[in-house]
């Protein structure tokens, strides 16, 4: 008891002693912010104004700026053309990364090679090119797929099996990877017919125009499966004009911003969307950049891939606080 005893005041000496002393600096704080400030990333997706850019561009600049980086963005606004050069005139500038959103798998590949090969780290973000890079953040495309169409599916049970496929831009590798998950699951259920698969190349006007044409063909539609819920405003538009909400099912993916996802599911324009959240997404993308630059691992010397967790956005959770993020006012 007496040594024990002793033990106790012993340690309570010690720690009042540690507690009285002066602090000390984090050993590796100073080496991580010399490592990124003044570094800058550059940014590029398809287009600037839709909620998925603007959101990858927000959660980038929360993550990276007050570490002393800076984010600077070009919009090609959906020109491949304009898109290239900007990569370009990037990659002349040397900034430390790129962040890329590719039109589809060939335009940027030789550029992201070329930027690879001056040192600069790409990552691609959601849609792959054929050539890859040090990292690429993004959604699953064949697992969302098949919980789309399984969900079509399952609420086409006894009713026509007649289902429609709107896709967005067949050169897109997101619509590739979609349609196998698709095609997946509809080889298990040759009882459902697919009365039509075309392409809306990601806009909503077109894909309104396509949805109206198969439901005056098809008025006995019973499902639909969208590629992009920004672009499936047009498909769920055209359903409501066709009196046929609620009857014709329709199932899509997005970003997960509230009034594109949470706010039309709870509407009933959509009755299915995943969301393969953004806000996550650009924090994933952060961080990546953030352990490049510190490490100075060579650019293109590693291949990684981080596919970020899906969440089902249904009437049941899109009234849930969280389920949904909301693009904030510039």
Known sequence: MTTLTGLALALGLAGSALAQSKGLDEPFRDGYKKALAGKTVGYIPVAMGFDLAQGWYQGLKKELEPSGMKVVARDPNWNTNAGAQAFTSLIAEKPAAIVIHNPDVQTYAKLIKKAE????????????????????????????????????????????????????????????????????????????????????????????????????????????VGFWDGMDIGTAAAIKEAGLTGKVYLATSGGGEQKGACDMVKSGGFDYDISYDVPTQASNMAAMIKWLVQNGLKAGQARQNIYTTLIPITKENAGTDGTCWKLAAK
């Open 117 to 224: 090969d001056e040192g600069i780290y790409v990552v691609q973000i959601n849609m792959r090119s054929a050539q890859p890079s040090t990292v690429f953040v993004g959604a699953d495309w064949v697992d969302i797929g098949e919980r789309t169409t399984s969900a079509v599916v399952e609420a086409c049970k006894g009713k026509s099996n007649k289902i429609a496929i709107v896709q967005g831009a067949p050169t897109a590798a997101a619509s590739a990877y979609t349609l196998k998950g698709v095609e997946n699951v509809l080889a298990k259920n040759p009882a459902v017919k697919v009365v039509s698969n075309q392409a809306a190349d990601w806009d909503a006007a077109k894909a309104k125009a396509l949805t109206q044409t198969v439901l005056k063909q098809h008025p006995d539609l019973c499902g639909i």
